[in-house]
């Protein structure tokens, strides 16, 4: 059906609202600090199969799952074959009148990584929020946006050696970024 896809292959996942940008596409020369901190330089950039759902709603309103190899050079870094990241992502888009739309979105992220023991597991869980205001009669001329997005991450790293096995405490990263950008000419 036209509400069903399926993508196979290596890509920037829908992790959020900058993740799936490439770098010729990105708001500002560099990425945000907190996508750098908790992804790495390659971003969530993994080779997987993913099923997107446009739902049935009166609003644009998409789910997001995908599998993924797992090898993302911060996060996940499964030490074997068979440890996959898992991504859900939802996407909902509301039109507050003819000029001026919200983007609220989701996602979380769960898989191995390779710290201590085969057990450990990662996770990110984070949101975005977007408001664009488009004059229909400038659109090519005139445009406001502002986009804010909250990311935080937790990776297990293992157990301390020696007889007591106590664990570490695990790595936690979290950070916001928000900004403002007015076009104002062509």
């Known amino acids: 059906t036209r509400d069903f896809s399926v993508r196979l292959g290596k890509s920037y996942n829908n992790f959020g609202k900058h993740n799936f940008l490439h770098q010729h596409q990105f708001p500002f020369i560099d990425a945000p600090l907190v996508n750098l901190k908790i992804f790495g330089d390659e971003a969530l950039n993994e080779s997987g199969i993913g099923i997107n759902y446009l739902l049935p709603l009166p609003w644009y309103s ?7 190899e797992g090898d993302n050079e911060v996060l996940l870094t499964g030490t074997s074959n068979n440890q996959f990241g898992y991504l ?7 039109e507050l009148s003819e000029d ?3 983007e609220a979105s989701g996602s979380f992220l769960f898989g191995k990584n390779g710290a ?3 057990n450990n597991s990662s996770f ?7 408001l664009k205001w488009i004059p229909s009669q400038k ?12 990311i935080h991450s937790e990776r297990e790293t293992g157990v301390n ?3 007591a096995a106590i664990p570490n405490p695990d790595e936690q990263r979290a950070g916001i970024y928000s900004y403002l950008k007015y076009q104002f000419a062509q």
């Open 161 to 163: 050696a020696g007889l």
């Open 116 to 118: 201590g023991t085969e």
């Open 124 to 130: 990110a869980a984070g949101g975005s929020l977007t």
């Open 139 to 150: 659109a090519r001329y005139q445009q406001v946006e502002w986009q804010t997005e909250y």
């Open 88 to 94: 859900l992502h939802a996407k909902n888009l509301w």
């Open 100 to 102: 001026t739309t919200v």
């Open 62 to 68: 998409e789910l997001i799952f995908n599998v993924l």
